[in-house]
């Protein structure tokens, strides 16, 4: 296959040498060995902050919800297209299913007494439930309960599947690494059985009795650092009752919240104290009522979804309402900040651990913080 010849911009543009016949001659002679010269790129590749091609965007869960039923009535679930997943496709990304350069969102619907079949892949999964219960996910064999306000981790290369124990359709909030890993053209995946073949119902899945004490581990496992969590479910009473004490201890005059009025905790690998998971970052924010934080930008992408209450947030130059089930996107670098009504729950994921580990992340705080 003869290869496609790069294209190089030679411009009258300051800092850039005279148009001349030799120079245009140098020039086509670079495109044809397949060459490029930095002093005609530099502005691209090297800007003075960081410009994402995903857009600041919202997508509204009374919008979403019904579009999910629908598809629950005309699109089966099984082998071939393995999820009823609908993907969040970011306005700036050029029609990819992603939600930002590095992330994937979906919204997953299961119907009454439905499975999803079993399988695996490289890429790191997670769920967040914000409305219904009566479906377990069952990974490598154990089963794992969902139900509102729950996080739950499916890590890279580990089987699952689902199953809807109950008479209800159930939709939920799938986060992945699916941009990042397809990218880096890493990706692998696996057939399981069929049907999910550990059909149990346990209130509390075995990692969950295993692990999920809070700052207990078992010795059988210590000094075994994992790269994800052990732990299937982060369980949304303990999420919570964290959030609710972080707030009265600022009443009683202690620290320990964000900043005023903003509690927020970060889920966490027990085995090393770490993300979660090695490309994802989890949080769980709870702001009080008349709140505005801080306008705030970070390299690396986020995601959130409203769980509870209502707030105004603007990204960039957008702005808007957002409310129960309500998702949006914050792309590298934008400002961002929350100005609550009565208060608001906000759930969030994030690629920050692939910035950390390259010691990338950077972090900037704008303004007084209310």
């Known amino acids: 296959m003869t290869p496609t010849p790069v294209r190089i911009a030679a411009t009258d543009a300051p800092g850039q040498p005279e148009r001349t016949p030799e120079l245009d001659a140098l020039y086509c002679d670079f495109e044809s060995e397949l060459l490029v010269p930095l002093w005609t790129e530099i502005g691209d590749l090297m800007p003075t902050q960081p410009h994402s091609k995903a857009l600041p965007h919202t997508w509204r ?86 139900r509102r306000g729950d996080f739950l981790l499916t890590p890279g290369w580990h089987f699952h599947g689902h199953h809807n124990q109950s008479d209800a359709p159930m939709a939920w909030l799938d986060g992945l690494d699916i941009p990042f890993a397809h990218y880096t053209e890493s990706t692998f995946f696996e057939f399981g059985p069929d049907e999910v073949e550990d059909r149990g119902t346990p209130h509390l899945s075995r990692s969950e009795r295993l692990w999920a004490h809070p700052g207990l581990s078992p010795v059988s496992a210590t000094g075994t650092p994992t790269p994800s969590s052990p732990i299937a479910a982060y369980r949304w009473e303990h999420t919570d009752r964290a959030l609710n004490d972080q707030l009265a201890l600022e009443e009683e005059g202690h620290p320990g919240v964000l900043e005023p009025g903003h509690a927020a905790v970060r889920f966490t690998n027990p085995t090393t104290g770490g993300d979660v998971m090695p490309t994802i970052r989890a949080e769980f924010h709870r702001m009080r009522r008349g709140v505005t934080t801080a306008a705030r930008r970070e390299v690396g992408s986020s995601v959130y979804q409203v769980f509870e209450g209502s707030g105004t947030v603007r990204v960039g130059e957008s702005e808007w309402m957002v409310t129960h089930g309500d998702l949006f996107v914050v792309p590298s670098w934008q400002p961002f900040t929350l ?5 608001v729950d906000l759930f969030r994921f994030s690629d920050t651990p692939l910035f950390d580990r390259l010691h990338q992340s950077r972090i900037h705080v704008e303004g007084i913080r209310k």
């Open 339 to 343: 100005a609550t009504d009565d208060g």
């Open 61 to 146: 869960w009374r919008n979403l919800l019904p579009l999910a039923q629908r598809a629950g009535d005309l699109v089966p679930v099984g082998r071939g297209g393995e999820r009823r997943a609908i993907a969040l496709a970011n306005p700036g990304l050029g029609g990819q299913p992603y939600v930002t350069p590095t992330l994937w969102a979906a919204i997953q619907y299961l119907g009454p007494r439905e499975d999803a079949p079993v399988h695996r892949h490289t890429q790191h999964a997670f769920r967040f439930v914000v409305e219904g219960e009566g479906v377990w996910t069952v990974v490598d064999g154990d089963p794992v309960a969902m």
